[in-house]
């Protein structure tokens, strides 16, 4: 395991009860077209495989197909993961899934990446959290936004990516937390801004707690809000399928509002195994606003293709500071 080197295979093959997964997302250029494909590892006792993960954004279509685990091989040293005949690196993916639930084929490769600031006592977008040992999920950000060029063939259509945008990010440890929040975009309407939040309940020593990180980036700053920059959720609500998100850190406060479109079921990992269905949509869209802490606005854009999970018993945890009770949502 590299602390300093998050995008690269965290694991051991030996692992009985682990997962790794790289989340590739890709939007066209004019926006007509939006998938995220996740590869990935799964080692436990009932059914170790290697996967893949498709998603077609529009539609909500997802497809999961499973490899022997001998076919996933990684580089030690660098991100270079295959699965099968296909090949997924910070640089480029080559596809070839030939199954009787799809066929892709084609090449796409990244330019002009946007990396998340890292330091020595901050490796990633997880902070000092990087260091913190028996956490059952870890997640990295390895490309914030890139430029796509390249075509893919999905059961028979080619699709052009070329001057699309692209975004890369991962997981691995046991489990996904037992409730979350994320949302992400880099497809603004009137910028080039990126935006990456995400709050869960998370286990920790028998009990749990509430952490939640993200940033919104524009003109070159990122503005991180986090548990461990000692950020605050100002709001959380949910209802009639739009979600309003407020954060205060020490200089500025982030409002996000989004309204939840069309939705797949993706697999996520329980103890290693794939065995929990979540919904995630890859075609909401985000209003956001940024404002220093007297109120002046400083950045407003809308971002659309934005991808969204909301696992709804997150709603009973989360303290909304100032608030003697937790804020719940109302469906």
């Not at 936004?145 to 028979?156: E, K, P, V």
Request: charged share 20%.
């Amino acid at each position: 395991m590299s602390v300093f080197k998050p995008e690269v295979f965290q694991g051991k093959m030996s692992y009985k009860r682990y997962f790794e997964g790289w989340y590739f997302k890709h939007v066209s250029k004019g926006m007509d077209y939006v998938c995220s494909i996740i590869p990935g590892i799964s080692l436990n006792p009932v059914n170790p495989h290697a996967f893949i993960q498709f998603i077609n954004g529009l539609t909500g279509e997802t497809q999961y197909i499973e490899y022997p685990v001998s076919s996933f091989r990684f580089d030690k040293h660098r991100f270079s993961v295959q699965i099968g005949d296909s090949v997924f690196s910070a640089d480029s993916i080559l596809l070839n899934i030939d199954s009787p639930l799809i066929t892709v084929s084609g090449r796409l490769s990244y330019s002009g990446s946007i990396k998340y600031p890292a330091s020595v006592f901050s490796p990633g977008i997880m902070g000092w959290y990087s260091f913190v040992p028996f956490m059952e999920c870890k997640h990295g950000v390895v490309s914030v936004s890139h430029r796509i060029d390249g075509s893919l063939t999905i059961n028979g259509t080619q699709v052009d990516f070329s001057g699309g945008k692209g975004y890369i990010e991962k997981d691995w440890g046991r489990s996904f937390p037992e409730s979350w929040i994320w949302l992400q975009s880099n497809n603004f309407a009137n910028s080039d801004a990126c935006i990456m939040m995400s709050i869960a309940k998370i286990p920790w020593l028998g009990s749990y707690f509430t952490g939640f990180l993200g940033f919104l980036y524009f003109n070159g700053i990122f503005y991180p809000f986090s548990t461990y920059n000692k950020s605050e959720i100002t709001d959380i609500s949910f209802q009639d399928e739009r979600l309003t998100l407020g954060f205060r850190s020490k200089k500025y406060r982030l409002i996000i509002t989004t309204e939840l479109k069309n939705s797949g079921i993706l697999l996520a990992p329980v103890s290693g195994e794939m065995s929990r269905h979540i919904k995630e949509s890859v075609d909401s869209e985000l209003d956001v606003c940024l404002m220093d802490n007297k109120g002046v606005e400083l950045y407003r854009d809308k971002a659309f293709r934005a991808g969204l999970e909301v696992i709804e018993s997150i709603f009973e945890i989360v303290k909304v500071k100032g608030s003697t009770e937790n804020r719940m949502a109302t469906f």
